[in-house]
């Protein structure tokens, strides 16, 4: 079976310092993963993808995320946060034997303190 | 490139009535997934559609159904609505169904039923 954990369900931060959101997945079979994320009253946004290529995936926005198989572990980072990513961001996994079928995260509801 | 496009934006329903839903992927998308979105549990997968076939159905009552027509737009139908279906619904489209093909989403239909 496969899942995904979200560690945190809110994280703070001051504009200007990293952004760490953490995620672990449970996978029998090789995963992609994804991060998305939503601004209030919005769809869902892509960051970036991770499909067995590089282990360290960058997105938009200056995040960049590690595939770490040791682990079982796909944290999304950003050097310094931005008063524009205060957002809700779900980590998502998804494999080859579920056809299309993407298993959401509950939510990181970032907030960026001025 | 326009995006996933979602109507209506609003909908507001009584008990036992039904509703449709409607969803215009991006051009030249032809794979649509429906997620409903609340606050207790997340996002969850009601199922996804290419070709104009339901590949995959996610765990929700008979009432929730779906259809995807020639052109690739779909809608989502909800009949008997009650309570608990208040919540927003999202399309995604990708440009087929696969693990590697990254959902666009749109904005979402927020159903409130009275």
């Known amino acids: 079976a496969q899942s995904v954990t979200q560690l945190d369900s809110h994280v703070s931060v001051s504009e200007g310092t990293p952004v760490l959101l953490r995620c672990n997945y449970s996978?029998?079979?090789?995963?992609?993963l994804f991060w998305y994320v939503q601004h209030p009253n919005k769809g869902l946004q892509l960051l970036l993808k991770?499909?067995?290529?590089?282990?360290l995936v960058k997105g938009i926005n200056g995040f960049e995320a590690e595939f770490k198989k040791s682990e079982t572990s796909f944290h999304l980072t950003k050097p310094s946060a931005h008063m524009s990513d205060a957002a809700e961001y779900f980590c998502?996994?998804?494999?080859?034997?579920?056809?299309?079928?993407?298993?959401f995260g509950t939510g990181t509801s970032l907030t960026v303190i001025p | 490139k326009a995006g996933v496009t979602q109507t209506p934006r609003y909908l507001i329903k009584t008990r036992g009535q039904q509703v449709t839903l409607s969803c215009s992927p991006i051009?030249?998308?032809?794979?649509v997934s429906w997620y409903q979105q609340t606050p207790g549990q997340g996002l969850q997968f009601l199922f996804e559609?290419?070709?104009?076939?339901?590949?995959n159905k996610g765990n929700f009552p008979g009432r929730f159904s779906g259809r995807q027509f020639s052109n690739s737009r779909s809608e989502m139908n909800v009949s008997t609505l009650e309570l608990g279906d208040s919540a927003l619904y999202l399309c995604?489209?990708?440009?087929?169904?696969?693990?590697?093909?990254?959902?666009?989403f749109g904005d979402g239909t927020r159903l409130s039923i009275l």
């Open positions: 995604a489209s990708s440009l087929a169904p696969g693990v590697y093909q990254p959902q666009h």
């Open positions: 996978s029998s079979y090789s995963p992609s």
């Open positions: 991770y499909t067995s290529a590089a282990t």
């Open positions: 998502v996994v998804s494999q080859s034997n579920t056809g299309n079928q993407f298993y």
């Open positions: 051009s030249g998308h032809r794979s």
């Open positions: 559609y290419f070709s104009e076939t339901q590949r």
